[in-house]
């Protein structure tokens, strides 16, 4: 009988108490990843933009700067580096969203040659659509279409008077997800602004993140709570559900195909890997030691994470 328990007990080690496969550390602290053609670009509090790479299985993973923006002033003279609140790729180019001098907001695109874009807007973050737009989204919580050849905005759109939480594009970069303070979550099309559908009922409170996903044609959408709760909900074919965590959901994660996801699931900033579909727990990682920034699915087996600090850590699911 003890053997029995004994073995049960060592399968739900094995299955819920997952301990990274690596762990990367940086020199300075992380603000933004973003894994785009095969690398993971990560935006610092020192100016930098690092880019991580690693073969099949997190293999051979190696980092190096690749690019470090002047240093900027405050209000009293004083230089400092910037932070970096959002980094894209496309082409061979970086769009870098980064702190301004004397409170003000810098984007740049930068190839072989630093170009800072005349857009003097509060920017919380920046994409790539293609290689002549960019999808801004502003504190003010509206988004807006740019036109790197022409320099004009396409088009600006004011969603509501909740303030701007974060956005996420889908795979092919037609469509955009909002997510912002009132808990309301927007789904539209990126070229012209259209609002498709608006996802709410789930979160009361501020939308810190939402990933979204397609299972076929049917769109998946996973989404982070202040309210301790994250947010599942179904394009047309599934019922919506919440699942309770026991601290604020700062971060959450989903795979491409829409079927497996993740969330920040305490104050130890353990994340909680589960089926999309019924909700049922696969795995708990534990390894961090501050709060959760980021979770990335790289494929449904494995799952890069970062945290407020230096720290990179990369998972093997079972």
Not at 83 to 94: A, H, N, P, T
Not at 258 to 266: F, H, L, Q, V
Request: proline fraction near 2%; aromatic fraction near 12%.
């Amino acid at each position: 009988m003890f053997r029995i328990i004994g073995v049960f007990l060592l399968f739900l080690g094995s299955v819920f108490g997952l301990e990274p496969s690596y762990q990367l550390k940086l020199e300075n602290n992380i603000i933004d990843v973003n894994y785009v053609e095969n690398r993971l670009l990560v935006g610092t509090d020192f100016g930098e933009v690092i880019e991580v790479k690693f073969e099949k299985e997190f293999e051979n993973i190696t980092k190096k700067v690749v690019l470090k923006l002047p240093d900027i002033s405050n209000f009293f003279g004083d230089f400092y580096p910037p932070k970096v609140f959002s980094v894209d790729f496309l082409e061979g180019r970086l769009l870098v969203n980064s702190e301004g001098s004397e409170g003000a907001k810098n984007l740049f695109v930068f190839k072989e040659q630093l170009e800072k874009l005349p857009i003097a807007l509060n920017i919380k973050k920046a994409a790539f659509v293609d290689k002549d737009k960019i999808f801004l989204g502003l504190m003010s919580n509206e988004i807006l279409l740019y036109d790197l050849k022409d320099s004009k905005i396409l088009y600006q759109k004011q969603l509501s008077e909740a303030t701007f939480s974060d956005f996420t594009l889908s795979e092919d970069k037609k469509y955009f997800l909002v997510s912002c303070e009132s808990g309301i979550l927007y789904y539209g099309k990126t070229l012209n602004g259209e609002i498709l559908k608006e996802f709410s009922g789930l979160n009361k409170d501020n939308v810190y993140e939402a990933k979204m996903g397609f299972q076929g044609s049917d769109i998946v959408i996973i989404a982070a709570g202040q309210d301790r709760k994250v947010g599942v909900y179904f394009g047309n074919r599934m019922q919506d559900y919440t699942k309770e965590a026991d601290f604020l959901v700062y971060s959450v994660g989903l795979s491409l195909d829409g079927k497996i996801g993740a969330y920040m699931k305490n104050e130890m900033s353990d994340i909680a890997v589960f089926e999309i579909n019924g909700g049922k727990e696969m795995a708990i990682l534990k390894g961090h030691k501050n709060l959760l920034n980021s979770i990335i699915f790289i494929d449904d087996k494995n799952i890069v994470s970062a945290e407020d600090g230096k720290n990179i850590l990369f998972w093997k699911l079972p």
